[in-house]
């Protein structure tokens, strides 16, 4: 069944959609600033919201609905059994300062009004062997709207040569192996290999994975990272970690936290960059740069000749291909990375763009990863429900606020808008993946304000209000509804908060044994073992 | 009145998601000009004044579960020193609070909109507040280098900027006044894809 339309000329479609959803209003929301109170209820029922995924952008985005919108009631599902996101799977296990933004899901998911359905995937099959799926298409029927929070589950690809050569990994992969996320629990990297390791990107995740790779282990055993990691990092022969960006330090994606943090690594020591890549006069730049400028050139306390471990910035570095031995070994491997160098458009100016030039240069290394960011995927259900994926930014089309909506040309060449009554998105899958926590938070609220204001606005539509069309308000009774379209096999395998509370207590009780906060869990089947 | 407004960063363009990168591009160089992707994408913005919102409905929900909110004693009688919050709408709350309080704790704990993501720990810049007067400004410790790199990262970074959680009040703050940086970021149609 089709339920949403593409453009705004197939009106006839469920729901009807409107030319535009308030009218005339252009720009649509930028008008004087709009008092509203969301009332509680439309035709005597409570606001019903469905929430997909747990991270910070689904959290954020339930806590400011249910602050707004009064007697909010909202269901968040979850793939995993367990909740949060890359707060758990993708934030470094040396940063538990971090993870501090549970407490607020915490108090979130205590709220009677709000239901945790962990371990199901919305789509058409889990996404690992132990878990339950439900449809979106059953979503849209059961609440007045659904927001779109699956952030970002893969990863972006170089699309070079040798990509799937054995050393080669993605630090999406890696990230998760170290964090213990399930679905990389077998990756078991190879370190043993040589010295020297590769990072290509220069984002913060690449920072992470330099640090992890760095760090003394006995550091890190008292986090709450994988046991399996600990053990294959204690034996790691890495001593050289060569962080490579395409462009320079004044357009570098890391943040200067993250790089005073591997200067402060005890016996650890920093190469030092090509200072003619920095302005002359770094005093004379804005504030957050001139401070940055001044950690990377300031460098290390530890000189590398006496570290026991260095790593350095190489910059101005394209990679072009993956090299195995020559001649191949038996299966062939990872012996070495192959880069053209680059040219800046203006060497000091952050939005320079990297120029190739013709030299080349090759970084010998058993061991690299690709660190060039996250990339969010439509659900496999958009394309039949007509649900808007710009494959190009990687994200949910919507209007910047998190009303999903999409422009498209007519065939007479007129612009229409097609909007999607009731369906919302926020954080990573709605703005791309950058930002860190404090930004996804903030654009989670911004998807929650333009939900109450919708809510309040009676002139906007939500889904499954009107009666007479199949689903009448009656049949919105969310979750209580939805489980019913599932098998009971499925329902068995629904891991609610109170489920989620006792693998939460079962891993602080292995960890405690070990001195560490927590010992994860790795394996679905070993979190659902919990419940029995 | 207010301090000036810092030269905006790259750094905090990016993080606030107004990402600005870019990559007009020969052809020659398209391998290379990838990163042009979501930051040029989606979502340059503007700001505007987010819409206000019912004080009681912020409570409501607060009420029911106030679990991490800040935890400060009452100040006794005659140790009461006072702090202005001006919070998003531009509503002033004039609080007696103790000595010692941070300000984190005091905006929890007297419900502003102050988030506190990180539990004060100096890792998330979600409680940035803008002094309002040099003069008190200048009667705080300076703040450290990791207070420092969090600002950087801040929205709406001003040369006053501290984090809330870093600065605890003293009797030489007296009188402190404060202003709850308004983030609101809003886009506009035209950045539909
Ligand atoms: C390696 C790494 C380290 C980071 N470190 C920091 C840091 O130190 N500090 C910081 O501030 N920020 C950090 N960040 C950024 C921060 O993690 C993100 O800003 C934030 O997590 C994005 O939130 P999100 O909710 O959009 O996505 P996510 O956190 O990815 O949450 C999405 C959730 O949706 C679930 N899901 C996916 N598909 C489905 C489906 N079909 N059905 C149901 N559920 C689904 C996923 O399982 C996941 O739980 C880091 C990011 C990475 C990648
Ligand atoms: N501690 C923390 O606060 C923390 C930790 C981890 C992650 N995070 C956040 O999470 C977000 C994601 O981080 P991220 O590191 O995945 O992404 P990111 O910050 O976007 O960095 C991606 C890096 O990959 C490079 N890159 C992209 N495409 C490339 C290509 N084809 N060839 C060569 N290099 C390429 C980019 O270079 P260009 O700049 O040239 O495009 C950039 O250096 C960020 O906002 C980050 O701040 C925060
Ligand atoms: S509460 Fe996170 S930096 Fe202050």
């Known amino acids: ?532 | 009145m207010l301090p000036r407004l810092l030269p905006t960063a790259t750094r905090s363009v990016r993080l606030a998601g107004q990402s600005v990168r870019r990559y007009t591009k020969p052809s020659a160089a398209a391998p290379l000009l990838r990163a042009a992707r979501s930051r040029s994408g989606p979502a340059p913005a503007r700001s505007t004044t987010k819409p206000a919102v019912p004080q009681a409905q912020t409570r409501s929900f607060s009420a029911t579960a106030a679990v991490s909110h800040g935890h400060i004693d009452p100040p006794k009688p005659g140790e009461e020193l006072y702090v202005t919050f001006i919070d998003k709408e531009g509503g002033e709350h004039k609080l007696a609070v103790s000595k010692g309080d941070n300000l984190l704790d005091i905006a929890q704990a007297h419900d502003l909109e102050m988030e506190g993501a990180c539990g004060g720990s100096c890792a998330c810049s979600t409680c940035h507040v803008i002094v309002l007067d040099q003069e008190y400004y200048d009667r705080m410790p300076e703040p450290d280098d990791d207070e420092n790199d969090m600002l950087d990262l801040a929205f709406g970074l001003q040369e006053t900027s501290r984090l809330g959680c870093q600065v605890a009040m003293t009797p030489e703050l007296d009188g402190l006044r404060v202003k709850l940086p308004s983030m609101t970021r809003n886009l506009q149609s035209k950045d539909f894809n």
């Not at chain 1, 998911?109 to 298409?137: C, E, K, Q, W, Y």
Request: charged share 25%; aromatic share 8%.
């Open chain 1, 1 to 532: 069944m089709l339920l949403f339309t593409r453009s705004t000329r197939r009106a006839s479609a469920w729901p009807p959609l409107l030319p535009s959803r308030r009218q005339p209003r252009n720009p649509l929301w930028l008008g004087a600033p709009r008092h509203y109170s969301a009332p509680a209820t439309r035709h005597g029922r409570p606001f019903r919201l469905a929430v997909i995924g747990s991270g910070p952008a689904g959290f954020y985005t339930a806590y400011r609905t249910m602050t707004r919108v009064q007697d909010a009631r909202v269901d968040m599902y979850e793939a995993l059994p367990v909740p949060f996101g890359l707060v758990r799977f993708g934030v470094a296990p040396d940063h538990p300062e971090v993870k501090n933004c549970q407490d607020k899901f915490e108090e979130v998911a205590s709220s009677p009004n709000f239901t945790f359905i962990g371990n199901v995937t919305v789509g058409t099959a889990s996404d690992h062997p132990d878990g339950a799926a439900v449809s979106l298409a059953s979503l849209l029927r059961r609440y007045n709207a659904v927001v779109f929070s699956y952030g970002a589950p893969k990863d972006r690809a170089l699309g070079i040569p040798g990509e799937s050569l054995p050393g080669v990994y993605s630090a999406r992969e890696f990230v998760g192996w170290y964090n213990g996320l399930p679905e990389h629990a077998d990756l078991a990297p190879d370190l043993t290999r040589g010295d020297e390791a590769v990072i290509i990107g220069q984002g913060n995740v690449a920072l992470d994975v330099a640090r992890m790779l760095l760090e003394d282990v006995d550091v890190l055993r008292r986090s709450d990272i994988a046991e399996h990691a600990v053990e294959t990092l204690a034996r790691s022969k890495v001593r050289r970690v060569h962080i490579v960006g395409r462009r320079g330090p004044m357009q570098a994606a890391f943040t200067i936290k993250e790089v005073r943090e591997l200067m402060r690594l005890p016996a650890v020591g920093f190469h030092p960059i090509d200072a003619s890549l920095v302005p002359p006069d770094p005093k004379a730049l804005p504030r957050a740069p001139r401070r940055l400028m001044d950690v990377l050139l300031k460098g290390s306390p530890t000189p590398p000749a006496e570290a026991a471990k260095s790593w350095s910035l190489d910059f101005l570095l394209s990679p072009t291909a993956f090299l195995p031995s020559d001649p191949p070994s038996d299966p062939p491997r990872l012996a070495a990375v192959r880069f053209a160098r680059t040219t800046l458009s203006s060497p000091f100016d952050p939005q320079a763009y990297a120029l190739p030039a013709d030299e080349t240069a090759e970084l010998r290394t058993p061991l690299a990863f690709r660190s060039i960011g996250y990339r969010s995927a439509p659900l496999p259900e958009f394309a039949a429900l007509g649900i808007p994926f710009s494959e190009r930014h990687g994200v949910i089309s919507n209007d910047g606020r998190g009303r999903v909506r999409h422009e498209e040309r007519t065939p007479d060449a007129a612009m229409a808008l097609g909007t999607f009554p009731g369906l919302y998105c926020a954080g990573w899958v709605k703005r791309g993946p950058t930002g860190v926590i404090a930004s996804t938070m903030e654009d989670a609220f911004a998807t929650a304000d333009a939900i109450a204001e919708d809510w309040a606005d009676a002139s906007v539509r939500f889904l499954n209000e009107a009666p007479g069309q199949g689903q009448g308000p009656d049949e919105v009774n969310g979750w209580d509804a939805v489980r019913h379209e599932m098998t009971r096999g499925e329902v068995n395998k629904v891991v609610h908060w109170e489920g989620w509370k006792r693998i939460d207590a079962a891993e602080r009780e292995r960890g405690a044994k070990v001195g560490k906060e927590r010992e994860k869990f790795t394996r679905t089947a070993e979190m659902l073992a919990v419940l029995g």
